[in-house]
C-alpha cells in the first residue's frame, strides 16, 4: 500500500535552515509529482511546493519562494524541502503528498512538525 | 493568484441533516477543484476530485458539484463520523490554493 513518511522537523532558532525528507514506498516514485502542504498550529491547509515526477519542473507558493527549495531523489523513493532562513511563520506541521492523477492529492504522509523559535 | 472563499467558517447540525459547503473561486478553475475532509490530528483525506467525482472508499453520501467559479460539498446525512474540518482546493493553476476550511460539529 501507498506510504509517505516524513522526518527531520524539529526545533529551530529563526534565519536557519532545515531539510525535511519524505520516503515513499507502495508505488513507482519515479511516476508522480510530489507536494509539499503546511499547516501552522490551528490554522488551515497552506500550499507550500510541487516537484514533477522527473524532478525538472519545480513550482512554490509565495510565502516560501526564494527561501525553500523542492528536490527528489528517485533512486532512494525519497522528497527533500531545503528550508533556509526560517521565520517563526513557518511553523507548522508539513506534510508530503503524492500528486493524484487528477493533479490534487491522493494520498498524504503523517506529517513532521517544524517550529521556529528562538 | 486565485482566491478561494469557502462557507460558512464553522456549522453546527444534527444527526441526519443535509449540510453543504460551498467554495468560490475569484477566477474560473473548470472542474479542477477537489474537496479533504481532515480530523484532529490527522492528514487530510481526500473525499471528491474534478468537483464531482467521488474518491473510491468514500461514503456516497457525500457528493460534490459545480463548475467555474462555484462548487459545493454535501453530506447528504450527517453522522457522527462525520465531525471535522473540511477543504476545498484548486489544482487548476499553480500557486494551488486552499479555501480557509468548514469546520462541522454535531448539533
Known amino acids: 500500500q501507498v506510504q509517505l513518511v516524513e522526518s527531520g522537523g524539529g526545533v529551530v532558532q529563526p534565519g536557519r535552515s532545515l531539510r525535511l525528507s519524505c520516503t515513499a514506498s507502495?508505488?513507482?516514485?519515479?511516476?508522480?509529482?510530489m507536494h509539499w502542504v503546511r499547516q501552522a498550529p490551528g490554522k488551515g491547509l497552506e500550499w507550500v511546493a510541487v516537484i514533477w515526477f522527473d524532478g525538472n519542473n519545480k513550482y512554490y507558493g509565495d510565502s516560501v519562494k526564494g527561501r525553500f527549495t523542492i528536490s527528489r531523489d528517485n533512486w532512494k523513493n525519497t522528497l527533500y524541502l531545503q528550508m533556509n532562513s526560517l521565520r517563526a511563520e513557518d511553523t507548522a506541521v508539513y506534510y508530503c503528498?503524492?500528486?493524484?492523477?487528477?493533479?490534487?492529492?491522493?494520498?498524504w504522509g503523517q506529517g513532521t512538525l517544524v517550529t521556529v523559535s528562538s | 493568484d486565485i482566491q478561494m472563499t469557502q462557507s460558512p467558517s464553522s456549522l453546527s447540525a444534527s444527526i441526519g441533516d443535509r449540510v453543504t459547503i460551498t467554495c468560490r473561486a475569484s477566477?474560473?478553475?473548470?472542474?479542477?477543484l477537489g474537496w479533504y475532509q481532515q480530523k484532529p490530528g490527522k492528514a487530510p483525506k481526500r473525499l471528491i476530485y474534478a468537483a464531482s467525482s467521488l474518491q473510491s472508499g468514500v461514503p456516497s453520501r457525500f457528493s460534490g458539484s459545480g463548475s467555474g467559479t462555484d462548487f459545493t460539498l454535501t453530506i447528504s446525512s450527517l453522522q457522527p463520523e462525520d465531525v471535522a474540518t473540511y477543504y476545498c482546493v484548486q489544482y487548476m493553476i499553480y500557486p494551488l490554493i486552499f479555501g480557509g476550511g468548514t469546520k462541522v460539529e454535531i448539533k
Open positions: 503528498a503524492r500528486e493524484a492523477a487528477q493533479l490534487d492529492f491522493d494520498y
Open positions: 507502495g508505488f513507482i516514485f519515479s511516476s508522480y509529482g
Open positions: 477566477q474560473g478553475i473548470r472542474d479542477d
